[in-house]
């Protein structure tokens, strides 16, 4: 049976595991002890606060095994990307160079810096013991933020955001920082991606140039790397495009992965999401039906589960006493529940509109 719940203290050694063991290894979840400690800290007071606007605040979970006893994955949401500092990423886009006179016109793609993702929460630092990879628990971890997002809509912003790991060669090198960022770095790319982890990347767009990038003076690798995803995550960005997210012009500082967009209440994890009454009934008296996300109310307790979606002919969400005991819920409380299946009609519709 597993559960997503609030981080706690006693997680530390299961998140310097899980950040370890993440491919590739990322910058928002870097496997260092004091900065994980700190991770948690921060957690707890991000849960124990009465915010009501999107701040600073980081929301740290845990995918927990409750038959093993063992935390298996850990996600985050940053309630406001660029609270205390820009969050930086590169935006596509396009110059035209002309001259009348030579009857020369010219569309030029550029990358520029930009701090446009600034005003949107984000979903981030996911990481999944690879025993779990291509079951519901990679559903239930990813998603299951959604769930808490949509019962505390106040804490966040109306457009939700993810950034993807970029493409890494079969060395395990970014073709896009070796024809970048290198030059401006005497580091590698694991080594940079590192000391941003542990401090911020703040000091990338200082460093880096002001300018326009025109991408015809980048690599043939370089430019192919661009708003490509690492192939370990291409089934990720395939359900959260499914989800309803869309694909945006901005790509990370580093690998040039994509950033993904989505106005959250055309998400189907908050169209499809409804509350409902429980009923206790034992295990073998319910009836078959799809597979849920289910949430309950509590706030520093939150928990999220997958269990049938059974309801009475009254409306009721038919739970076994064990999924009840685990969610925290008596007979007669309110949980939400939302599919875990997506919908076709959700399958990646291209570029957000406002990136246009």
């Known amino acids: 049976m597993l559960a997503v719940r609030p981080v706690r203290l006693g997680d530390l050694p299961a998140l310097e595991r899980l950040a370890g063991s993440a491919q590739p290894r990322l910058t928002n979840l870097p496997a260092h002890r004091d900065r994980l400690e700190e991770r948690i800290a921060r957690s707890q007071r991000a849960f124990a606060s009465e915010a009501e606007v999107p701040g600073d605040e980081h929301y740290t979970f845990v995918l927990e095994d409750r038959e093993r006893g063992e935390v298996v994955g850990t996600a985050t949401i940053r309630a406001l990307a660029g609270a205390n500092e820009a969050y930086y990423t590169y935006r596509q886009e396009t110059l035209i160079h002309a001259s009348q006179q030579l009857n020369v016109r010219r569309e030029v793609p550029t990358l520029a810096l930009s701090h446009e993702v600034s005003d949107a929460s984000l979903l981030c630092a996911l990481s999944l013991d690879p025993r779990y990879k291509g079951t519901s628990a990679e559903s239930l971890l990813r998603r299951a933020r959604l769930m808490f997002i949509?019962?505390?809509?106040?804490?966040?912003?109306?457009?939700?955001?993810?950034?993807?790991?970029?493409?890494?060669?079969?060395?395990?090198?970014?073709?896009?920082?070796?024809?970048?960022?290198?030059?401006?770095?005497?580091?590698?790319?694991?080594?940079?991606?590192?000391?941003?982890?542990?401090?911020?990347?703040?000091?990338?767009?200082?460093?880096?140039?002001?300018?326009?990038?025109?991408?015809?003076?980048?690599?043939?690798?370089?430019?192919?790397?661009?708003?490509?995803?690492?192939?370990?995550?291409?089934?990720?960005?395939?359900?959260?495009?499914?989800?309803?997210?869309?694909?945006?012009?901005?790509?990370?500082?580093?690998?040039?992965?994509?950033?993904?967009?989505?106005?959250?209440?055309?998400?189907?994890?908050?169209?499809?999401?409804?509350?409902?009454?429980?009923?206790?009934?034992?295990?073998?008296?319910?009836?078959?039906?799809?597979?849920?996300?289910?949430?309950?109310?509590?706030?520093?307790?939150?928990?999220?589960?997958?269990?049938?979606?059974?309801?009475?002919?009254?409306?009721?969400?038919?739970?076994?006493?064990a999924h009840a005991e685990l969610l925290g819920v008596e007979e007669g409380r309110a949980v939400l529940a939302a599919p875990l299946g997506l919908s076709d009609d959700g399958l990646d519709p291209g570029y957000d509109e406002g990136e246009l």
Request: aromatic share 12%; net charge negative; charged share 25%.
């Open 150 to 321: 949509a019962q505390y809509p106040e804490r966040f912003a109306e457009v939700l955001a993810m950034a993807f790991p970029g493409y890494l060669d079969d060395d395990g090198e970014s073709p896009f920082w070796n024809s970048v960022g290198r030059h401006f770095f005497v580091r590698d790319y694991h080594e940079i991606n590192y000391i941003a982890g542990v401090r911020s990347k703040s000091f990338i767009a200082e460093v880096m140039p002001q300018f326009p990038l025109y991408l015809a003076l980048l690599t043939p690798k370089a430019r192919a790397a661009i708003g490509r995803e690492h192939p370990a995550h291409e089934a990720a960005l395939e359900e959260m495009l499914a989800e309803g997210f869309l694909r945006s012009r901005h790509v990370d500082l580093f690998d040039a992965g994509p950033v993904i967009k989505g106005d959250r209440m055309r998400l189907e994890s908050f169209r499809r999401a409804a509350w409902h009454p429980v009923r206790i009934r034992p295990e073998h008296a319910l009836p078959d039906a799809e597979p849920a996300m289910v949430a309950n109310q509590r706030l520093d307790g939150f928990c999220c589960t997958v269990a049938r979606y059974a309801l009475s002919p009254t409306g009721q969400l038919m739970l076994s006493p």
